[in-house]
């Protein structure tokens, strides 16, 4: 599925809609471009989920958890993992397999140990259609 946005709600409120169908166990991967709104989507998706305070990046903790939404949501971005063993230091496993909802920024940078069963999202951004398009591509099970 390809959605188009042209707006940073708008891609919030995508964040939001996916996020609503979300079930204990899910993951979901999310790649782009730095500042094509990785963050914004990732917002969205907590709000989804019910979660009110506030969602930012963890670029240098890895992983942040919110308990306070319909379900667990382990937000984790892993542009700073030097290899794959900072992610077993972590115990991703028990995130990835847990009964929570796991959501990977830079997810491409792990792709050996992802589950095959994932919902992947791809955002894009093309400045010839506007500053605030993106072309956001979902592709997984459900």
């Keep these: 599925m390809i959605i ?49 305070e506030p969602v930012n990046s963890p670029t240098f903790t890895i992983i942040q958890e ?11 971005d892993v542009y700073r ?4 063993d900072e992610m077993e230091e972590i115990g991703y496993e028990d995130y990835f397999y847990g009964k929570g909802v796991c959501l990977i920024e830079w997810a491409n940078l792990i792709e050996e140990i992802l589950p095959g069963e994932r919902f992947a999202i791809t955002i894009e951004k093309d400045l010839n259609r506007g500053f605030d398009y993106r072309k956001i591509t979902v592709e997984g099970t459900e």
């Design 81 to 84: 993992i030097g290899n794959i």
């Design 4 to 52: 188009e946005t042209f707006s940073e709600q708008e891609t919030r409120t995508l964040g939001e809609r996916l996020a609503a169908k979300a079930k204990p166990g899910s993951i979901y991967t999310l790649t782009g471009d730095l500042g094509v709104g990785k963050t914004v989507f990732t917002q969205g998706f907590a709000k989804g989920l019910g979660i009110d």
């Design 66 to 76: 919110y308990e306070d939404g319909r379900l667990p949501f382990y937000h984790f």
